[in-house]
């Protein structure tokens, strides 16, 4: 296991189409991270799953997003009828429960609207 | 609300000297503590944390000393290297409730000839 691995690394979308991206986490690590990083911030939390349920969700996470992790493994985060502000690094992270909670960051996925 | 806060947006130091980057939180309840690093194009990478019953943690040339009292925590390199050069964020959790991951918005690290 070479740690988190997220698909695509880029996607260009054209505004309104709908767009998936999916995290594989490091195997053994039972939770999982969506963040979204834009230029000058830092990650900024979307949501998160212990095993398969999804523990907590942010005010910035709106109805056209939707996150899943249906076997307590890979996850996907899926943006429906994608907007200009949508634009940003899509970070999954996955970690241990109950060892710290140093999280494992893949490399993102670039999303870019236009 | 911004409960992870990075004042300094970035910080040039010179090749062999102390680095010294800051953070400030204004959750109480937050009990553990973490620095990332980042490089362009790449997701962060775990550094260091620190637990909020120590006041500091040694990892190699990475010091963390927290400050609970006045909700503030530092990273220390020393020596600097060009390798160094990055993003760095601090972060902070509710590790006793299991919760999520909180970051500041980030140091941008320069170290110089």
């Known amino acids: 296991d070479t740690g988190v691995s997220q698909n695509p690394r880029h996607k260009i979308t054209k505004r309104g189409q709908n767009v998936t991206f999916r995290c594989d986490p490091i195997?053994?690590?039972?939770?999982l991270y969506w963040y979204r990083q834009t230029l000058g911030q830092g990650p900024e939390f979307l949501t998160y799953?212990?095993?398969?349920?999804?523990?907590?969700k942010s005010r910035l996470l709106s109805d056209r997003f939707s996150a899943e992790r249906p076997k307590g493994s890979f996850s996907t985060l899926e943006i429906q009828r994608t907007e200009q502000g949508d634009s940003a690094m899509y970070l999954c992270?996955?970690?241990?429960?109950?060892?710290?909670?140093?999280?494992?960051f893949g490399q993102g996925t670039r999303l870019t609207v236009v | 609300d911004q409960q992870v806060k990075q004042n300094s947006p970035s910080l040039s130091v010179q090749e062999g000297r102390i680095s010294i980057l800051n953070c400030d939180y204004t959750?109480?309840?937050?009990?553990?503590f973490l620095w990332y690093k980042k490089y362009p194009a790449e997701g962060p990478t775990f550094l260091i944390s620190?637990?909020?019953?120590?006041d500091k943690n040694e990892d190699g040339r990475f010091t963390v000393f927290l400050n609970k009292s006045a909700k503030h925590l530092s990273l220390h390199i020393v020596p600097s290297q060009p390798g160094d050069s990055a993003v760095y964020f601090c972060?902070?959790?509710?590790?006793?409730?299991?919760?999520?991951?909180?970051f500041g918005s980030g140091t941008r690290l320069s170290i110089r000839p």
């Open positions: 992270a996955s970690s241990e429960q109950g060892l710290g909670t140093e999280a494992f």
């Open positions: 195997s053994e690590h039972n939770r």
């Open positions: 799953f212990q095993n398969e349920a999804q523990l907590e």
């Open positions: 959750n109480s309840m937050f009990d553990y």
């Open positions: 620190i637990s909020s019953i120590k």
């Open positions: 972060a902070a959790t509710l590790y006793s409730s299991a919760s999520k991951i909180i």
